[in-house]
């Protein structure tokens, strides 16, 4: 008998002020898919597949969605040769493709990436001595920050972007290390409120052994009402408020929304991404410029 495929995994991005997201759906492992969803019409653009890794907790997106900062590697023989691209790279594109407007070589993965403080402003979790663009891929039209105290992976960019994006760190986690990675003494844990203030959502970050997808550590998410009852949302592994109020997740290669009616609420599976499988996709033009006039 043939086994099905596993559930491709999926996180997303939000735009601060425009009902776009961005979308990672990543497997095979080594296979990344980009697309850029309409929160406001639920509908989906597919862009471009990466082979290597997207490291999605150091991304972020302009507050309009238009431009993404995302941090990749790939690591074979020939890019492990590169020295003037490297294995590893922070770059600046318009989603859902991946065509790098700017682009700086990191040649390793700690730390990388970066934020939007607005449209034209990022920061950039490089040490100023790696912070220096390609020259065929120079950020014209952006003020970049790099970042003195470059240091770590993922929480540089995914903590900062957490509390910008309103949620509050609850709970510090604690991590002791084990034989095969490391193992929950007490979890990590953040809340966001939702619009309206009615219920707030929960998330939790356990850690899991190295060899699992996704490590080193793992989302689960509960939703607390006001009378402090909670309710978990059954094995999402993102979870967040939408521009427009709702909940939205992802759960077995699935995006998934919370309607609500008449004190009802229901589940619906807004897109299963699952059945999606790597192709060549060229950049179109507009891709290809920056969405600025001038500088």
């Not at 859902?96 to 034209?120: I, M, N, Q, S, V």
Request: glycine content about 8%; overall charge negative; proline content about 8%.
């Amino acid at each position: 008998m043939t086994r099905p495929n596993p559930p491709a995994r999926v996180r997303v991005l939000l735009a601060r002020k425009a009902p776009v997201g961005v979308v990672f759906r990543r497997g095979p492992s080594k296979w990344v898919q980009v697309l850029r969803w309409d929160t406001t019409t639920d509908t989906f653009e597919a862009g471009q597949w990466f082979h290597g890794r997207l490291h999605e907790r150091r991304c972020d997106l302009s507050p309009g969605g238009d431009l993404l900062v995302y941090f990749a590697s790939k690591i074979d023989g020939r890019t492990i040769r590169d020295r003037e691209y490297t294995h590893a790279w922070t770059a600046i594109s318009r989603p859902p493709y991946l065509t790098a407007l700017a682009l700086w070589p990191k040649g390793d993965t700690w730390h990388g990436g970066g934020l939007f403080e607005t449209r034209r402003r990022l920061w950039l979790n490089h040490a100023p001595e790696v912070a220096i663009p390609h020259p065929d891929h120079r950020p014209k039209f952006l003020t970049v920050t790099p970042n003195e105290s470059a240091s770590g992976e993922d929480f540089p960019v995914w903590s900062r972007r957490m509390e910008r994006d309103g949620w509050r760190r609850t709970q510090a986690g604690s991590y002791p290390m084990t034989k095969t990675g490391w193992t929950t003494e007490q979890p990590e844990t953040w809340e966001r409120e939702s619009p309206n203030g009615d219920l707030t959502l929960v998330q939790s970050l356990d850690a899991v052994d190295f060899k699992q997808p996704g490590g080193p550590y793992r989302e689960s998410f509960t939703l607390r009402d006001r009378e402090g009852r909670s309710t978990p949302i059954e094995d999402a592994e993102w979870a967040d408020w939408d521009q427009a109020g709702r909940l939205v997740f992802a759960r077995a290669g699935g995006l998934w929304c919370l309607d609500s009616h008449d004190d009802t609420t229901t589940e619906r599976l807004l897109v299963d991404l699952t059945p999606n499988e790597p192709e060549e996709r060229a950049a179109p033009s507009w891709a290809q410029e920056w969405p600025f006039r001038s500088d």
